[in-house]
Every structure is written in structure tokens, then in C-alpha cells.
């Protein structure tokens, strides 16, 4: 039984994976910038949260609205200011601004709020449980997966469904005809930058309330957010979440099996799907299949 | 037409900077005497900056996991120390040895991979590598590994790891100076440039990026080894950090990424700052982070690269230009 259970909570972390390869790969996907500071936007919307629960006397409700839209301005400026400047072929000046970005935002976090470990705290969900056939499912995590599911449903929806989406994904298969239509590429960009840092913030705080996390939690993230990506194919919104999934799963397994070595065997676990796919990589991003 | 080397390779000054290196570096060990550490210290960070520069400037392979080869380089050394008892000088070469090998068993898993999937590739199997030196008993695991400094002259151990440390350097300057302006530099910079096109004149595109891939693995971790045999320490979250690969990224892109002389100038950039806050903590990252940033976007080449394209100053030259037509020919 404690496999099966394993695997449920696997697959309640998993869609919290998936989450953190989201925005990575909207980014990657549409403007084709690798952000190196992915994991570090997951981590300051985790400490924003922090603050305005401590800080202020609002709702988590409330504070999960202003903290998006805090992500969705950050994403916007970040794109419009410095990642519209250059855009092109090269993805390396990309590449090492996003670096430059994670290290200033890690230190001044560190700066600020010091190096301790901190967590949301969610009150009496922290500990409530689901038991069935003897097996126990958290409520917490089941409500975080939850969350997790209604967002990528919320994105498909986005991509397919209006305009705005339907541009991102004309942006990623080919800007010059969609610039012909009448749309301003760099428009488009910095608004889907902002949609790929509000769901980075969104994962965050999520995160927080599951786990502890400190300035430094940023680099495994983005680690777990590339793997996500990569095992679950660009573009592909379900194969994010499917390797969010198969992330999730192996790493909680791996855990129960042996309590050290959960990380290696996630990675151990790339390597197989990737040795398994003969690397046959295609990097056209296929939002239609999504 | 017959292409023949630059005209730098039959002028004297050809020899100059080689020349200009050396006096400069080994005056400033005589200089240094205060800070050695602090110089010993740039030297092997230059190197690794250099090697890898091998690989992602000159060949194209973005690499962010050259951190393993620091780390394996530092556990070659001190593990093969403390088993057989030889001495740490001689066991760099099981450094370079134990990263050639591992580099070799990475191309098998990794050279089918290009752009970000080999970026990321080759940076879960360096923490891979942090993982398992964790788990393993007898290399310590997380609790990290003590060389056995029984074998060591104390007197003159500074010193000597020091002087290993400048030939380090300076090896892998003019080495990958004399390399790159070799037949094996116009392939590698053929296969950056075009790899279909160079595959079609004949080079063999596989057999060349491996060279350069050992190479750099190979300076990286006789640096990895001689900066923990300086510290007689390594731990695998010290001697796998991603800060190593960091440093090394923010020291050829912003120096400037296929240049020989990049480097040298994003070491003495990323130095400067670390010195110039020394005071303040770690305030120098953020600086850091904002250089980074600020240079990418006003020089995309890095600083080198842009002084070259406008002033085409070359100190290391490894350009080849079309010489003269012989009679005959």
C-alpha cells in the first residue's frame, strides 16, 4: 500500500512540477529566451506572499491576486525594457541577462529577508487528511494539485481560445506573418512574458504553503523546471504537466524506497526518457497539439 | 589562391604576447607575495574560464555543468592522495585523468544533444555527480573528504601549489592560443560557424567538438584540483557548486565569448568587484548580476568583442588571412 501512496503523492507534487515548467516553457516556446531566472521568480513570489500575510492584514485570497499581478508587471517590464533588446537568433545575451537577473535577485533576497528558511503558514489545513483504504492523501496537497490543474486548464484555454493567446502562439510559429496582421511583436512578447511570470509566481506561492524555501531554493527549481520541460517536449502544455507528473512520481517513489537519493533518481529518470525518446528533439513548438 | 597563416605569425609580434604574458604574470607573483591566495586563486578561475571558453566559444557548446569537473578533479586528487599515499603533485594527473574519462562517458550520453538541451543536459549530470559523491561512504559522502597532508612539505606547499597554479594558466593560454590557430582551431571555428558546411568540406565535426569537449573538461579539473589542494578540503556542495559555473559564464560572456583575451579581461572584471566590495558581504553578487545585465545588452559580444570589431586589436591573433600568391603555386 505505501507504493500506492507514494505515487498519489507523487502525482500531488507532480502537478506542482508541472507548474514550474510552465512558464518556463511559455518563455522558451514564444520568444525563445531560456530564463535563467525562473527559479528565482518562483522564489521572490514565495517571499512577497510571506510579507503581505505577515505584513499586511489581508486574505490569502487577496494576496494571491496582488502578488500575480505583481509577477504579470514584473514579467511585462522585464520584456519590454531589457529582453526586447535582444531578441534574435543568438540566445545567449538572453541567456546570461536572465543570469545576471537571478544572481541580483537572489542576493538582494538574501539581503532583505537573510538566509533562514520560511514557509507560508495555512493555519489547521497544514495538517488535515484524507484517509481512505488506509492509505493518507493530505488536503492541503490535493487542494494545491487541484490549483495546479485549474491553471493549466485556465492556459489551454488562454492559447486556443482568444486572441491574445492565439497570438502568442502565432508569435512562436512565425512573428513575421503575424506582424503583417497588424500585431506589434514586442507587444505581444512582453505580454506573454508577463503571463510566464505570473504562473512562475503562482507556482511559487503554491510552493510556499507546501514546502519551506529559502533565497537559495531558486537554482533546484529551475533544475526541476528544465527537466519538466524537457522530458515533457516544448510546447506541449500536456506534456508539461505529463512530466511534472512522471517528475513528481519517481522522485516521491525513489524517496520511500531509499530517503537519500530522491533527487538522483528524478535525474536518473531524465536520462532514461531522454535516451528512450533517441533524443529525436524537435524545437518547433506545436501549441495546436496542446 | 593559398590560404597561409597571418601575418602576426611571421612578424615578431607574433611571439609578443606570449612573451608580454608570462613577464606580466610571473613579475606579478614576485609582486604578490602579500596575497598569494588571492592571486592563486584568479589564475586557476581564469583557467577554467579558459577551457571552457575552448568549448563554448569556439565551438558553439553551451555548457552549464563544468562545475563537475572542478569537483571531480578535486576528489580525484585528494581521494588517490589519501589512498595510495603519492604525492598531490603528482596525483593532478589523476585529476586530468578522472575528468577525461568522465568527460568521454558524458559524450555518450550527451552528443546528440545541441543548444539548451545539451545546457541543461550536462548541468543535471553535474548534479548528478553532487548527489552521488553525497551518497558515497568511502568518498566521505556529504560530510566531504580531508587530504592527507602527511606527504606534504608545509614549508613550501603554498608556494609550490602556487607556481602550479601560474603554469596552469599560462599553459592553457598559449596552448589554446597555439591550438586555435592550428588546423584543429579553423575546424572548430568552421563547426561554430556552420557545422553542415563544415561537415560537407570533410572535417570531422564529431571528432573535432570532442577534442575541444576533453580539453576543457581536462584544464577544468586540474583547476578543480589544485584549488582544493590548496584548500586540503572538498565536500560535494562545495566542490560541485554551481557558483563554480557561474563565475566561469560571467567571466567569458562578459569578457567576450571566442576570444582568447576575453577571459583574461572578465577575470580581472569579476576580481575587481569581488575586491572592490570586499567589505560590504556580499554586495559584489549584485553588482555582479547588474554587470552582467548591463554588458549583454550594450556589448552582446562582451566587452573584448566589442573593442575588437571597432578597434580590431587582436593580442592573441588566430586569425588566418590570405597570404600572398608564391610563383608557382
Sequence with gaps: MSIVEAILNGLMVGGLYGLFGLGLALAFGIMRVVNIAHGEFIVLAAYLGVSLLTLTPLPLPLVVICVAMAAFALGWLLQATILNRVLGPNPIPGMVITMGLSIMLRNALVKIYGSNIRSIEVGALQDRGLSFFGMSIGVLPLLIFSAAIVLFVATNFLLTRTTIGRAFRAAADDFEILETLGFDRRKIYSAAMGLAVTLSALAGLLLAMRSSFSPFSGAERLLIAFEVVIIGGLGSLRGCFLGGLFLGVVQVVALRLNPNAGPLFGHLAFFVVLLVKQMNFSFRPAWRRA | ?329
Design chain 2, 1 to 329: 589562391m593559398k590560404l597561409s597563416r597571418g601575418q602576426m605569425m611571421v612578424d615578431p609580434r607574433a611571439i609578443l604576447p606570449v612573451v608580454a604574458i608570462a613577464v606580466g604574470l610571473s613579475a606579478g607573483a614576485l609582486v604578490l607575495p602579500i596575497d598569494r591566495r588571492l592571486a592563486m586563486e584568479m589564475l586557476l578561475v581564469f583557467a577554467m574560464a579558459q577551457g571552457w571558453n575552448l568549448l563554448c566559444g569556439y565551438t558553439g557548446l553551451l555548457s552549464f555543468g563544468h562545475h563537475a569537473f572542478v569537483g571531480l578533479g578535486a576528489y580525484a586528487l585528494i581521494l588517490t592522495v589519501n589512498a595510495l599515499g603519492i604525492s598531490p603533485y603528482l596525483s593532478l594527473g589523476a585529476s586530468a585523468l578522472v575528468c577525461v574519462l568522465v568527460a568521454l562517458v558524458m559524450v555518450l550520453l550527451l552528443h546528440r544533444m545541441r543548444d539548451a538541451y545539451f545546457s541543461i543536459g550536462i548541468w543535471v549530470l553535474a548534479d548528478s555527480l553532487r548527489l552521488l559523491f553525497g551518497q558515497w561512504e568511502w568518498a566521505g559522502s556529504s560530510r566531504g573528504v580531508v587530504l592527507d597532508a602527511s606527504a606534504i612539505d608545509p614549508a613550501a606547499f603554498a608556494d609550490n601549489v602556487f607556481w602550479l597554479a601560474l603554469a596552469l594558466a599560462l599553459t592553457t593560454q598559449i596552448g589554446t592560443y597555439v591550438l586555435l590557430r592550428s588546423r584543429i582551431g579553423l575546424a572548430l571555428m568552421a563547426i561554430r560557424d556552420n557545422e553542415n558546411g563544415a561537415a560537407s568540406v570533410g572535417i570531422a565535426v564529431a571528432r573535432n567538438r570532442l577534442a575541444a569537449f576533453v580539453i576543457s573538461a581536462a584544464i577544468c579539473g586540474l583547476a578543480g584540483g589544485l584549488y582544493y589542494l590548496s584548500v586540503l578540503y572538498v565536500d560535494p556542495s562545495g566542490g560541485f557548486d554551481i557558483d563554480w559555473q557561474i563565475k566561469i559564464l560571467f567571466i567569458v560572456m562578459v569578457g567576450g565569448a571566442g576570444t582568447l583575451e576575453g577571459p583574461v579581461l572578465g577575470t580581472l572584471i569579476y576580481f575587481g568587484l569581488r575586491e572592490l566590495f570586499r567589505d560590504a558581504g556580499d554586495l559584489y553578487l549584485i553588482f555582479q548580476g547588474a554587470t552582467a545585465m548591463i554588458v549583454m545588452l550594450l556589448a552582446p559580444n562582451g566587452i573584448w568583442g566589442s573593442i575588437q570589431a571597432r578597434t580590431n586589436w587582436r593580442l592573441f591573433s588566430i586569425r588566418w588571412t590570405p597570404g600572398p600568391q608564391k610563383p608557382g603555386e
